[in-house]
């Protein structure tokens, strides 16, 4: 048990000061003013700090992505450590380019061995390929019997694909959203999607071919090219949701984007932005040939916080949902997860006025203070 004194609150929307009372991994009360503990427990003075929800990344490869580029390019697995110096206390793992080399088994021991870790950790079964690798032979049943799958990976319209025909996609996404029903899971279809001209057209093709929600499907680097943004934009109105990947682009920042959204008065309420952590990105030449390649770091979600706030202006509640309560609720995990309020995880940042990363909370655990990590991995030094 402890209590965060004098903080102004973000839960993401502006609470003002409040004192916050912890015990075990749930946020028990908020109030004015807590005067002292029950029983013995430590008390943190947040005077001058902003208490905000922990991030939500919805899309790390936590056991390395890609590595196009043969062997020798397989990016490493994520540590603990990166989460923490990220903000980020809630992490969706899944495979990227490489569903040969890196197994979907492999992908549910890295994530439970993060819960393990103290941090709170989802995958989606699947890769780019079709039919799609899982651990109990179907996506379907992986996502019913296994607690940490949330869904089913695929790619579309990428060089990289399987492309899978409109029919196949409709398919998909009918039986994982069953699951979901069965298992009281979001049961979503996260889509990477790539370059081709082909763009999101499969998925407008599977909404008029049949009768699948449209919050099913989930696009993401959807700021990649700005024809596929446009797409994008029009996938919102329908009531789709969207995903926008930090780093991926020099002008379409996910910050850039949603401020064009709002510009237009586009509904906001379904974007998300994550980090693509630990995979690679590469550049090709046209005529297919490897001309680049690098690694993603999971830092990139908090990064693009502070930049939206400090160099677009936008308010720290205006900024959050979209790392926070957005992406929590359009994983099903919301209000436990992306917020501060009673009964809710007490997975919580401490920010400093210039947004700098001052303490980490997961689970009620504190991980970093002061800018100092306190725990990290098992194998870190």
Sequence with gaps: MFLIKNAEVYAPEYMGRKDVLVC????????????????EGEVIDAE?????????????????????????????????????????????????????????????????????EGVTAYMMTGAYGFPSPTITGEADRDVVFIREVLGLKLAISDHRAPNITVRELVQCASRVRVAGMLSGKPGVVILHMGDEPSGLKPVFEALDEGSVPVRIFRPTHVNRNGRLLEEGYAFLEKGGYIDLTCGISKDATPGNCIAEALRRNIPTKH???????????????????????????????????????????????????????????????????????????????????????????????????????????????
């Design 271 to 381: 974007i998300t932005i994550s980090s693509d952590g630990h995979g690679s990105w590469s550049n090709y030449a046209e005529d297919g040939t490897l001309l680049e390649i690098g690694v993603s770091g999971v830092d990139a979600l908090y990064r693009e916080l502070r930049r939206m706030v400090k160099e677009l202006g936008m308010a720290v509640e205006e900024a959050l949902p979209f790392m926070t309560s957005q992406a929590a609720e359009a994983l099903g995990l919301f209000p436990k997860k992306g917020c501060i309020r009673k009964g809710a995880d007490a997975d919580m940042l401490l920010l400093g006025q210039d947004m700098s990363l001052d303490s980490y909370i997961s689970r009620g655990q504190v991980f970093m203070s002061g800018g100092r990590i306190l725990r990290k991995g098992t194998y870190e030094r």
């Design 48 to 116: 001058g700090r902003l208490l905000v929800p922990g991030l939500v990344d919805q899309h790390v490869h936590v056991t390395g992505g890609g590595g196009e580029g043969s062997f020798h390019t397989r990016t490493p697995e994520l540590e603990l450590s990166e989460l923490v110096r990220g903000g980020i206390t809630t992490v969706v793992g899944l495979l990227g380019t490489d569903g040969m080399t890196r197994s979907v088994e492999n992908l549910y021991a890295k994530t439970a061995a993060l819960n393990e």
């Design 24 to 39: 075990n991994e749930r946020i028990e009360c908020i109030q004015d003013s807590i005067d002292g503990l029950p029983v």
